[in-house]
């Protein structure tokens, strides 16, 4: 437990969530506020710059649902998919490009990680319905829409990205 705890300072560290007293940072601070999802990649996506060229919300929500959706199992096909959208690919990237940052800073501070495991656990799939749903969709279309994923999840889904938006 100790040396978990010693493990996760460094990372803190090497993120500049806090300082070299542990005393935290305005990221850690914003870190320490995040509890819906992976609170470590949210504070990076941000501090990073991810969401400020997005001009619509939907947009943005489409990106946080990555975070708060991460059952079964992505398809390549639904990844190459979403990297090929317009407004929506890049984003999805560079989603994974920070998430490959945490999981090496996550590494070389000695925490027990894989890391495409951990990168490929932020899932696209969730995405375009995000969009759809943000657009006004209704929710028998979004269901017609989304062939492999249970109205339940999307719900549960849509719950917890209403919880870590709010």
């Given at each position: 437990?100790?040396?978990?705890?010693?493990?996760?300072?460094?990372?803190?560290?090497?993120?500049?969530?806090?300082?070299?007293?542990?005393?935290?940072?305005?990221?850690?601070?914003?870190?320490?506020?995040?509890?819906?999802?992976?609170?470590?990649?949210?504070?990076?996506?941000l501090f990073?710059?991810?969401?400020?060229?997005?001009?619509?919300?939907?947009?943005?929500?489409?990106?946080?649902?990555?975070?708060?959706?991460?059952?079964?199992?992505?398809?390549?096909?639904?990844?190459?998919?979403?990297?090929?959208?317009?407004?929506?690919?890049?984003?999805?990237?560079?989603?994974?490009?920070?998430?490959?940052?945490?999981?090496?800073?996550?590494?070389?501070?000695?925490?027990?990680?894989?890391?495409?495991?951990?990168?490929?656990?932020?899932?696209?799939?969730?995405?375009?319905?995000?969009?759809?749903?943000?657009?006004?969709?209704?929710?028998?279309?979004?269901?017609?829409?989304?062939?492999?994923?249970?109205?339940?999840?999307?719900?549960?889904a849509f719950?917890?990205?209403?919880?870590?938006?709010?």
């Open positions: 437990m100790a040396s978990e705890l010693v493990s996760m300072k460094r990372v803190m560290r090497r993120l500049d969530l806090c300082d070299k007293n542990d005393v935290p940072t305005l990221k850690g601070k914003v870190a320490a506020h995040i509890s819906t999802s992976d609170e470590i990649l949210l504070t990076e996506m990073s710059g991810l969401f400020n060229d997005m001009e619509q919300p939907s947009h943005i929500a489409a990106v946080l649902s990555c975070l708060v959706y991460t059952e079964g199992k992505a398809s390549t096909e639904g990844v190459q998919k979403i990297q090929k959208h317009e407004k929506l690919g890049q984003p999805f990237l560079l989603l994974q490009k920070i998430a490959d940052k945490v999981a090496t800073a996550m590494i070389e501070s000695k925490i027990a990680l894989d890391k495409e495991e951990y990168v490929q656990k932020f899932k696209p799939d969730l995405m375009e319905l995000t969009l759809m749903w943000c657009e006004g969709c209704k929710f028998k279309e979004l269901c017609d829409e989304a062939r492999d994923v249970y109205e339940g999840t999307i719900v549960r719950r917890r990205l209403d919880e870590l938006i709010s």
